[in-house]
C-alpha cells in the first residue's frame, strides 16, 4: 500500500472554540489583524451589496439545456464562483451530515485532541500553514483530511471517527465525488471539449470550518484571502446558514448570500491552468459574526498527485491562444505551492507557472 504523503505541516495552536468559550468578551492579540476588515477601501458598498454570484440549475443541464450550459461556462469565466441547485444529492443525507458535523465540533477538547494535528501534518485538527510563533492566526477551527483515494487516508483519523458519523462522512464524500465528476463534466461539454473525463478521477480532501462568534469582528478574520491553489472545484455545503463568505469581484468584496438547499461551487487555480486561464481562480475570505458561530465544509477536488497538469490542447491556438502556462506534475505543484512563503503577499504557483510570450 503507497505512504499517505505529508501535503503540508503547521505549527500547533490554541483551540479558537474554546478560546471563545473562556474569553467571550475580548480576543488574543494573535487574531487580531493588523488593520480594519470593515473599513478596507475595497469593501462593499450599498450597490455592491445588491451583487450576487449567479445560480445555477443542475437540473436543467441534465435535460440538455443550452441556455443554462453557457450560462455555466460565461460564470466560470466572469465570476469564478457560483451557487448550484437541483444538484441531486439527497437531502436527507445532507441534513444528516450537517447534525453530525456540528455534534462533532461540540465534542469535549479531551476527545478532540484525539484527532488533532501533529507537528509534522497538519491534517486532523488545527489551522493550515501556522508556520511562525509570530504570525496571525484566523478566528476559526478546522478539521482536515485526505478521503480519496481510500489508500491515502491517514490511518489516525478518519478510522477512528466516531460512529455513525464516520459511515455519513463516507457517503458524503461519495456524493461529492460523483457531483465533481458530473460538474467538470458539464465544464468540459461547455469548452466544447470532447473529452468529458479530461479532468480525470483525481483526488478529494474535505476541510470542516468552525467559526465561534466573535466579540471583535471588525478586527479578526475567519479565513484569510486566498485563492484554492491546488484545486480544480470546491464544492463548498454551509452548515449553518449564516452569511461569512466573500469573494473579490471587481476590486470588492462581495458578500455571497447562501441559498437554502445548495452547494457553492468555485473554480480553483489548477482548472484556470488547465482551461489556459479561461475559467477563473477568485480571491475569497470569510469573515467572522459578533453573535452565531457558521460552520461549513469544502470538499476539495484535485488532479491525482501522479499526473502531470497544464493547458488542455485542444483549447490552444497558437496565434490568438497560445499556452500560457507551463505544464507541471501535480505533486511538483504541491511541493512548490508548499515550498512558497505562506503569506497573502506572496506570489501564486501560477505566477511562476505563467508564460511570458513576447510579441
Known amino acids: 500500500m503507497e505512504n499517505a504523503p505529508i501535503l503540508g505541516k503547521s505549527k500547533l495552536v490554541p483551540c479558537v472554540q474554546e478560546l471563545a468559550k473562556s474569553c467571550p468578551n475580548k480576543i488574543p492579540q494573535r487574531y487580531i489583524q493588523s488593520h480594519d476588515l470593515y473599513n478596507d477601501q475595497d469593501h462593499c458598498d450599498a450597490h455592491d451589496l445588491q451583487l450576487q454570484i449567479p445560480i445555477i440549475n443542475m437540473e436543467a443541464l441534465i435535460c440538455g439545456d443550452g441556455v443554462e450550459l453557457e450560462k455555466l461556462h460565461s460564470t466560470c469565466q466572469e465570476w469564478g464562483f457560483f451557487q448550484l441547485i437541483n444538484h441531486e444529492v439527497s437531502s436527507s443525507l445532507i441534513e444528516k451530515f450537517k447534525l453530525e458535523t456540528k455534534e462533532f465540533f461540540d465534542l469535549p477538547l479531551e476527545e478532540k485532541k484525539r484527532y488533532w494535528q501533529t507537528p509534522t501534518d ?3 485538527f488545527g489551522q493550515a500553514f501556522v ?4 504570525q496571525k492566526l484566523d478566528w476559526a477551527d478546522m478539521f482536515f483530511l485526505t478521503m480519496l483515494p481510500k489508500h491515502l487516508r491517514k490511518s489516525h483519523l478518519f478510522p477512528n471517527l466516531p460512529l455513525p458519523y464516520r ?4 457517503k458524503y464524500s461519495t456524493e461529492m465525488k460523483t457531483l465533481a465528476t458530473k460538474m467538470l463534466g458539464y465544464m468540459a461539454k461547455a469548452l466544447k471539449i470532447s473529452d468529458e473525463n479530461v479532468f480525470g478521477e ?10 465561534p462568534p466573535c466579540p471583535l469582528p471588525e478586527k479578526a478574520i475567519g479565513l484569510t484571502s486566498h485563492t484554492d491553489e491546488t484545486v480544480l472545484i470546491t464544492i463548498l455545503l454551509q452548515i449553518s446558514q449564516v452569511e461569512g463568505l466573500q469573494i473579490l469581484k471587481d476590486n470588492r468584496w462581495v458578500p455571497v ?3 437554502p438547499d445548495a452547494f457553492i461551487v468555485n473554480i480553483g487555480d489548477v482548472l484556470e491552468l488547465m482551461t489556459n486561464g479561461m475559467y477563473r481562480s477568485v480571491t475569497h475570505r470569510a469573515v467572522v459574526n459578533a453573535e452565531k458561530e457558521r ?6 477536488h484535485s488532479p491525482a498527485l501522479d499526473v502531470e497538469v497544464g ?14 502556462f507551463t505544464r507541471i506534475s501535480m505533486l511538483d505543484y504541491w511541493n512548490m505551492f ?12 501560477l505566477d511562476f507557472l505563467t508564460i511570458h510570450h513576447t510579441t
Open 167 to 170: 459511515d455519513t462522512l463516507e
Open 257 to 259: 448570500k447562501p441559498q
Open 122 to 124: 497538519f491534517e486532523g
Open 202 to 211: 483525481g483526488h478529494q480532501s474535505i476541510r470542516m470550518n468552525y467559526y
Open 338 to 349: 508548499l515550498d512558497r512563503p505562506l503569506h497573502h503577499h506572496a506570489k501564486k504557483c
Open 311 to 324: 493547458p488542455i490542447p485542444k483549447l490552444l491556438n497558437n496565434n490568438n491562444n497560445p499556452p500560457r
Open 295 to 300: 460552520i461549513s465544509v469544502a470538499t476539495f
Open 131 to 134: 508556520l511562525s510563533d509570530e
